[in-house]
């Protein structure tokens, strides 16, 4: 079952993150990820329990590629990069 990979990114530093993503990209991919959208146009239509900033949206083939991708040392290297560029929230979410 595949699995999606959601982000909700507010950049504090969009330079340094600009360095993020050119990392994070290939190994996505390398883990069998493919970006559906990243950071495009958002339409609101109910905020009751939060409101996003910028989106990223990643399918995975299923929950096993997803966390590997996220735990792999690759991946935890460059996370910093993110963490000292932008907050997020993160989730991962099976579905069809």
């Not at 190994?27 to 939060?50: D, H, I, S």
């Amino acid at each position: 079952m595949a699995t999606y990979l959601i982000a909700d990114t507010l950049l504090d530093k969009p330079d340094l993150y600009e360095e993020y993503k050119l990392k994070a990209k290939p190994l996505v991919e390398l883990y069998g990820g493919e970006y559906l959208a990243r950071g495009g146009q958002l339409t609101l239509k109910e905020t009751n329990l939060w409101s996003p900033t910028r989106m990223v949206l990643i399918r995975f083939p299923d929950a096993v590629s997803a966390n590997r991708f996220y735990d792999s040392p690759e991946y935890q290297a460059i996370l910093p990069i993110s963490r000292q560029s932008a907050r997020r929230t993160m989730v991962m979410l099976e579905g069809v």
